[in-house]
């Protein structure tokens, strides 16, 4: 049995919706429903009466109900209070990264850091999207670093949550050059003849925003997905080994375009076929990280954390236009 299940029926039970549940647990509906099932299997009975609407919970799911609370609760204050014993963690900043930033931007943005606003202890836990932003919405990070774009908005409460722009990032698709630096496949490809492509596992957030992307083309590209994965590096060392079509994100790609291991592969007639995302940092409002912490749930505060913040907040402003 997993902590995250009883977080889950907990709030199943406090909003009596699967749909609103799964939005605020930040997963897929059928998701949140297969861990409602997994845990009714541990259980050994129903714990809730799915003949009803809006949601109610059995006589069982009330009993466990109240039991999950007191356990949550119990944990999250037995975390503080462990957390409580190091004095040094207060000078870590945790951030919460998915793979592609993490291996891309987080490097040169943390040295500009170190440059411009001091010494920085840091503490990196990598993880997919929807992953890094649970572990923000469950208290276990500072701060969240991730990317945005129209299309594929996070759905972070602007009342709970704060942001600050960070940068921009732009992905476009890149392959092998052949040895008279001509691309090796180039882009739009043939209705009967694809272009093999490397591409981004379902679900992967990257994915969504190339896919809008292709889909919003003037000129119809014509691909075969040959490989797949869900991180832009893996995606990179293949289009290296020259497998297909990759679309990478320019910060992954710039010394092997400088290189010129890696070209661009749109040919002239498709014109430009780029995304430009922001990159952004989110924390918890203080009011609302104190609150969670004297509840036992969450990080407390932290005068690093709370430091950095200020200084992002700083420069945004500055480089923003009068």
């Known amino acids: 049995m997993e902590t995250k299940w009883l977080e889950d029926f907990v709030s199943l039970a406090e909003t009596r919706?699967?749909?609103?549940?799964a939005q605020l647990r930040h997963v897929t509906q059928p998701a949140f429903s297969r861990r409602i099932q997994a845990l009714e299997?541990?259980?050994?009975?129903?714990?809730?009466?799915?003949?009803?609407?809006?949601t109610r919970l059995t006589p069982a799911g009330q009993t466990l109900y109240t039991q999950a609370l007191e356990i949550l609760q119990s944990l999250q204050s037995t975390r503080a209070m462990l957390r409580g014993?190091?004095?040094?963690?207060?000078?870590?900043?945790?951030?919460a990264v998915p793979h592609t930033l993490a291996f891309t931007f987080f490097p040169s943005w943390v040295t500009s850091l170190r440059q411009q606003f001091g010494p920085l202890k840091s503490r990196l836990i990598a993880l997919?999207?929807?992953?890094?932003?649970?572990?923000?919405?469950?208290?276990?990070?500072?701060?969240?670093?991730?990317?945005?774009?129209?299309s594929q908005?996070?759905?972070?409460?602007?009342?709970?949550?704060?942001?600050?722009?960070?940068?921009?990032?732009?992905?476009?698709?890149?392959?092998?050059?052949?040895?008279?630096?001509?691309?090796r496949y180039q882009l739009p490809g043939?209705?009967?003849?694809?272009?093999?492509?490397?591409?981004?596992?379902?679900?992967?957030?990257?994915?969504?925003?190339?896919?809008?992307?292709?889909?919003?083309?003037?000129t119809p590209i014509h691909?075969?997905?040959?490989?797949?994965?869900?991180?832009?590096?893996?995606?990179?060392?293949?289009?290296?080994?020259?497998?297909?079509?990759?679309?990478?994100?320019q910060s992954a790609v710039r010394k092997e375009v400088r290189a010129r291991k890696l070209v661009s592969a749109v040919g002239p007639e498709v014109g430009p076929l780029e995304a430009t995302m922001e990159v952004r940092a989110y924390r918890e409002r203080p009011a609302v990280a104190a609150r969670s912490a004297a509840e036992g749930a969450?990080?407390?505060p932290r005068r690093a954390a709370d430091a950095l913040w200020a200084y992002l907040v700083q420069t945004t402003a500055e480089r923003a236009p009068a």
């Open 190 to 218: 043939r209705p009967g003849r694809p272009l093999p492509y490397l591409g981004y596992a379902p679900g992967a957030y990257l994915g969504r925003v190339v896919d809008q992307l292709l889909k919003a083309s003037r």
């Open 223 to 249: 691909l075969d997905r040959v490989y797949e994965t869900d991180m832009a590096e893996g995606l990179k060392v293949m289009a290296l080994e020259g497998h297909g079509i990759a679309f990478l994100p």
């Open 17 to 21: 919706s699967f749909s609103r549940s």
């Open 41 to 54: 299997g541990w259980a050994g009975t129903d714990l809730v009466d799915r003949s009803s609407y809006p």
């Open 128 to 150: 997919n999207v929807h992953d890094a932003v649970l572990r923000l919405v469950e208290g276990n990070c500072d701060l969240l670093i991730a990317y945005h774009h129209p």
């Open 85 to 95: 014993h190091s004095a040094v963690a207060q000078d870590v900043i945790e951030f």
């Open 298 to 300: 969450g990080l407390a």
């Open 153 to 183: 908005p996070l759905q972070l409460d602007a009342n709970r949550y704060e942001m600050v722009y960070l940068g921009e990032e732009v992905v476009a698709p890149w392959v092998r050059p052949e040895a008279d630096g001509t691309p």
